[in-house]
């Protein structure tokens, strides 16, 4: 079964910091890969997507995600967080014709001063 | 462009009423719609599949007759909880995306709470 896979369930990042958030996926052919963003008690903000192409992906708010086909990855970067990058970040792909999402477990970043 | 709008935000109800929950596209046409739940600190799980003019296709386990889902139109969906009960109390969110494109756009989210 395909899935999508973010082994980090936490993170903690000082402000102005580098981040990484890991997502692997399980997916025969080339998947289409999200990130999302969501603030707590809010809905979800696509920050950037990969279909085919440029394997390293501009998104908005300064992210930035590159696929890696040969490590089944889609790892998110922001060079220095802001402290209003604190929220839980969600790495998904399209898993089947009907255009479903399949999610993975989510990564919550907090942001120290 | 590709904004998602839910109503109500919040809604706090008696158990055994019925509630409905409103999803718009306001600049996009939404030939598809998804519907998700979603519990405190935990994924989303996806409930049901709505294309305009047909039936919902719901996931397994997800009770199609208490979670009646309308898509009569390209800009609007519904979730209607019928006969709720303090175990639906969670966090809905929709999704839209349009025709030919794999990019789903989420609302802001509903808050449901059965007293």
């Known amino acids: 079964a395909q899935s999508v896979t973010q082994p980090d369930i936490h993170i903690t990042v000082s402000e102005g910091a580098s981040l990484e958030l890991r997502c692997n996926y399980s997916y025969g052919a080339t998947p289409y890969l999200f990130w999302y963003v969501q603030s707590p008690g809010q809905g979800l903000q696509l920050l950037l997507k990969y279909f085919s192409g440029d394997t390293l992906v501009q998104g908005i708010k300064g992210f930035e995600a590159e696929f890696k086909r040969s490590q089944s990855s889609f790892n998110l970067r922001k060079p220095s967080v802001h402290w209003s990058d604190a929220a839980e970040y969600f790495c998904a792909s399209v898993g089947d014709s009907w255009g479903k999402l399949q999610f993975g477990a989510g990564t919550q970043v907090v942001v120290t001063p | 462009g590709a904004v998602v709008s839910q109503h109500p935000s919040w809604v706090i109800c008696k158990s055994g009423t019925s509630v409905k929950i409103e999803c718009r596209s306001l600049d996009f046409q939404a030939t598809t719609m998804f519907w998700y739940r979603q519990f405190p600190k935990q994924s989303l799980m996806l409930m049901a599949t709505?294309?305009?003019?047909?039936?919902?296709?719901?996931e397994q386990g997800v009770e199609k007759d208490k979670f009646l889902i309308n898509h009569a139109s390209l800009t609007l969906s519904t979730l209607t909880v019928t006969s709720a009960h303090p175990e639906d109390s969670s966090f809905y969110i929709c999704?839209?995306?349009?025709?030919?494109?794999?990019?789903?756009?989420f609302g802001p989210g509903t808050r449901l709470l059965v007293l």
């Open positions: 999704s839209a995306r349009t025709s030919g494109q794999e990019t789903q756009y």
């Open positions: 709505s294309n305009e003019g047909s039936k919902a296709t719901y």
